[in-house]
């Protein structure tokens, strides 16, 4: 239905501060690089208060910056309204034209486009096919559900053909059945017309469903931007381990090293880690240990069972081991035997999926 | 790195960081005419003329000094004119008040007969010229009055505080009617069911819920009453005699005796003790109100029908009511009657009169009336869209200015006005523009405020996925927030008419020979003791104002508005 006109955006040391009357200076977004590419879906993820949000604003043109540049295809769009710059944009509340009707909600920005009415009318009936919306054209939007609405809202959107389309959480009001629906389809739609996309979403599972990329977000500052693998096997520290999934972050010693890879001493068991950081032997790691990266039975070291519980796919333990508690997911548990709480437990870590985190700048 | 970074950007100087904020706020052509243009307005026609008065009573021969200010304290005279205005003011804020409240009550909470008849009565007040209640008074109660004199015999004098304070009730309560009903149909029912259900009976509840969750609103109610006394200028000059208020003593003095400094000492006192109240109502109490006003309470309420309680408060709202209307009824009857008190046969003579020799001033009203509507609406809602939704350096003092000339004394305007523009470099007064920009700033700040509490209720995000889809502001203004707060704008645009229509105060400081205003002209013929003519006049000026609200609403209902209706 749509043209490629996919845009890339470039944020350069991008910054944002606010003077509040009760904290002081905040720091919103402080000095914020980030190349988004034509046709890229890409996730802005954190905490609340991380500063998404206010950089999802900026790009829009509702906030002004402090410092530095967005750059749209090569273009400076700081001094631009956000009428010029050639987005689309889905809001949390759907920010529907009450007043107006679906078909009216959808044509407003064609109108101003000074599109003909058969065009017209054709991007609007068009654009309510792709959502299955075909006969809801004359509704109002107080008469549809928080779905339906939303559906109408990435229409409105769509059919101006926007170089780059922006989400500000727009399913954090959709219960949790019609999020999982509307979040495959904002992503096959985005698919089949391969808009440029930034999402802002604080739900880690929507960011690693979605993303060609994530950009995770604390604090205002960049941690990391990758994609969902990257992001979850390799997290750049602590915060964006924790964040991503569950993380048991362990310390170890380098014992010895190699071109790329290093071998590492938990608790006397030694494991070889690929890395790309120059270690040296001596070096105390933190190492970063998802739930089912650990294995029971294995008889590399012993600790003893917290509290277990069985979930189903899996039986989850939480292990005393070395005065900190580590989490275990043990996956297909029907097939092993499970281990008491109180007992003792015996289990060693799969290395393949052991990441070594980088020095603490 | 991160924290170089972090030093490069908080080193940037206040200077720096607004001059940043302006250039991204103006780089909106639209949006920087209209901050620039109701920056200027406000600062011409609200700024500029309280600086004038307050230059012009601390200046002697270029010199600063406070004399008049401490001629005011040693004036008998003068203090016992302040002390006139504040007793008068807290007499009628309490009666007002009550009465108010007893409306209010009355309404929402008991299960009475003829309520739709106590509302509309208790609006009409708000819409009519403020003098035909004491006009009306003097015609029961003064020396030739129906009631005093006719039917009792009495030469009574109705002139003075007792008088003034009665019709000043009687004008004013409609506002502390409004604002309470709004608040006690904002009390969750279940508030007072849960009061109930822990075994208080309805005296109690009423006594430990109700009246406790109302005294933050109570309060307001009467700091704006208060306020509307001590500004009051038609009815205190109508029916006040010998009893002298501020508001009417800066006129005299200004006006009368020319007597410049000490009007404008006196007017500054006023003015202060005006914004404290305003402040009061705003900042302090204003904060403390309990009851969200976001939406009505969720569930019906079960009205009181308890006959100890019905009865008495239905025989004295209407016993009140019937009063109102008997005032109202006075007007169009004395305008028909040769003269009052004396001779009570019929006559067209006052009707005539007022059709011909009174029919510049009925010209010359409506139109400027009229001009000063559009204005008046589209520069509410355009002040308050720019306050509410957008950032530009010197908000905050805007905003403050505009609400603040809610609690401005017309006659400290009108006198700010003849001391800003009666000399170069821009002389305004006798002029048509001077007086409908009088009209537009006494309505204005009415408009901008619902404007702003209507805004407030609308998510910001439907204006902004407006302006996403490629709309410029003004594009955004026109078909989204204008539709959306529609009902503000048609409500403010009756309002600014009926504003208009009556204002006194401002006005008299700035009517020429050349613009002539029927407010004033029935005050002159109150004046002469020329009651037939007075009535006539107020006689039309109702049928055109309630001739233009039938017009509205009927244009209103055609488009198929609700000007109830919320989004």
């Known amino acids: 239905m749509v043209e490629n006109s996919a845009k890339k955006v470039e944020l350069v040391n991008l910054s944002k501060t606010f003077i509040t009357s009760t904290r002081g200076k905040v720091h919103a977004v402080q000095n914020v690089n980030l190349t988004i590419n034509p046709g890229e879906f890409v996730t802005l993820l954190g905490p609340s208060g991380c500063g998404k949000t206010t950089l999802l604003r900026m790009i829009a043109g509702f906030e002004m910056p402090s410092d530095g540049h967005i750059m749209i295809d090569d273009d400076d769009v700081i001094s631009k309204t956000p009428d010029k710059r050639d987005l689309g944009m889905v809001f949390q509340n759907y920010a529907l034209f009450p007043h107006l009707n679906v078909f009216n909600n959808i044509a407003y920005g064609l109108k101003i486009q000074k599109l003909t009415k058969e065009e017209m009318e054709k991007r609007v009936l068009d654009g309510l096919k792709i959502v299955q919306m075909d006969d809801f054209a004359e509704r109002v939007p107080a008469q549809m559900s928080g779905g339906q609405q939303q559906r109408v809202a990435l229409v409105r959107a769509l059919v101006l053909h926007p170089g780059v389309l922006l989400f500000d959480e727009p399913l954090s009001n959709l219960d949790a059945k019609l999020r999982l629906h509307m979040r495959d389809e904002i992503r096959r739609i985005q698919k089949e017309i391969g808009i440029t996309s930034i999402y802002v979403t604080h739900d880690q599972s929507e960011a690693m469903a979605m993303s060609d990329k994530i950009v995770i977000l604390k604090d205002g500052i960049v941690q990391q931007v990758g994609n969902p693998q990257e992001i979850y096997q390799h997290p750049a520290n602590e915060f964006v381990a924790n964040f991503i999934g569950k993380a048991n972050i362990l310390e170890g010693k380098i014992v010895a090293k190699e071109k790329e890879k290093v071998t590492i001493d938990i608790d006397k068991a030694e494991y070889v880690v690929k890395t790309k950081t120059r270690w040296n032997v001596g070096d105390s790691v933190k190492i970063v240990v998802r739930p089912e990266a650990i294995e029971i039975g294995k008889e590399d070291m012993t600790g003893t069972v917290v509290k277990t519980i069985y979930m189903g796919v899996s039986q989850d333990y939480w292990i005393n081991f070395q005065g900190k508690e580590l989490e275990v997911s043990d996956y297909n548990p029907s097939a092993k035997q499970i281990f008491a709480e109180g007992g003792p437990i015996s289990f060693g870590f799969k290395e393949k999926s052991l990441h070594i985190l980088e020095p603490e700048a | ?567």
């Open chain 2, 1 to 567: 790195m991160q924290e170089s970074q972090n030093a490069l950007y908080s080193e940037d100087s206040n200077f720096k960081r607004y001059f940043k904020q302006l250039k991204f706020s103006l780089r909106d052509p639209v949006l920087m005419v209209s901050v620039i243009s109701v920056t200027i307005i406000v600062a011409l026609f609200i700024v500029i003329p309280l600086f004038s008065i307050l230059r012009e009573s601390v200046e002697e021969s270029g010199k600063f000094t406070l004399q008049s200010y401490f001629a005011i304290f040693r004036s008998s005279y003068d203090l016992e004119i302040i002390w006139n205005t504040i007793k008068l003011g807290i007499v009628v804020a309490s009666l007002g008040t009550a009465v108010a409240f007893l409306f209010a009550y009355a309404t929402t909470y008991l299960k009475i007969p003829n309520k739709k008849f106590f509302k509309v009565l208790s609006i009409l007040p708000m819409i009519s010229p403020p003098f035909v209640i004491s006009l009306a008074a003097i015609l029961l109660f003064g020396r030739s009055g129906l009631i005093t004199y006719k039917l009792f015999g009495v030469r009574n004098d109705i002139y003075g505080f007792w008088g003034l304070a009665l019709t000043q009730v009687l004008s004013f309560f409609p506002i502390g009617y409004l604002m309470l009903t709004n608040l006690l149909q904002n009390i969750d029912p279940s508030v007072e069911e849960a009061a109930q259900a822990l075994g208080s009976n309805q005296s109690r509840v009423f006594r430990t819920v109700t009246i406790p969750l109302m005294l933050p609103g109570l309060a307001n109610a009467a700091l704006l009453i208060f306020i509307q006394s001590l500004a009051d200028f038609g009815n205190a000059i109508v029916i006040g005699g010998n009893f002298t208020t501020m508001a009417v003593q800066i006129y005299q003095q200004g006006i009368g005796s020319y007597d410049m400094q000490g009007a404008t000492a006196l007017a500054v006192v006023l003015l202060m003790i005006s914004v404290l109240a305003f402040y009061l109502q705003n900042s302090v109490i204003g904060k403390k109100s309990y009851i969200t006003v976001t939406g009505k309470a969720s569930k019906q309420r079960v009205l009181n029908a308890n006959k100890k309680v019905t009865i008495p408060v239905y025989v004295v709202c209407m016993a009140i009511s019937v009063t109102v209307v008997s005032m109202y009824l006075l007007v169009p009857y004395g305008a028909f009657v040769r003269l009052w008190g004396v001779d009570f046969s019929f006559t067209t003579r006052w009707i005539t009169y007022v059709f011909t020799i009174g029919m510049r001033y009925i010209k010359d009203t409506t139109v400027l009336a009229a001009m000063a509507t559009p204005i008046s609406a589209i520069m509410g809602i355009v002040a308050a869209y720019l306050i509410v939704r957008k950032e530009f350096p010197g908000k905050k003092a805007l905003e403050w200015s505009i609400l603040m000339a809610i609690a401005l004394p017309g006659t400290v305007l009108g006198l700010g006005y003849v001391l800003t523009y009666n000399t170069p470099p821009l002389i305004l007064t006798g002029t048509g523009f001077i007086l409908v920009v009088a009209l537009v700033i006494r309505s204005m700040p009415i408009g901008t405020r619902s404007a702003i509490a209507a805004l407030k209720q609308i998510d910001p995000s439907i204006e902004e996925a407006a302006s996403i889809c490629g709309a410029g502001s003004h594009k955004v203004f026109l078909s989204v927030t204008i539709p959306l707060i529609r009902p503000v704008f048609f409500s403010g645009l009756v309002y600014s008419f009926i504003r208009g229509m009556t204002l006194v105060s401002t006005i008299i400081f700035l009517v020429s020979a050349r613009w002539q205003m029927l407010t004033v002209a029935i005050m002159n013929q109150v004046d002469q003791g020329l009651y037939g003519a007075a009535n006539a006049y107020c006689l039309v000026l109702i049928a055109i104002v309630g001739g233009v609200m039938l017009l509205m609403s009927l244009f209103v209902r055609t488009l198929g508005i609700n000007l109830n209706e919320g989004y």
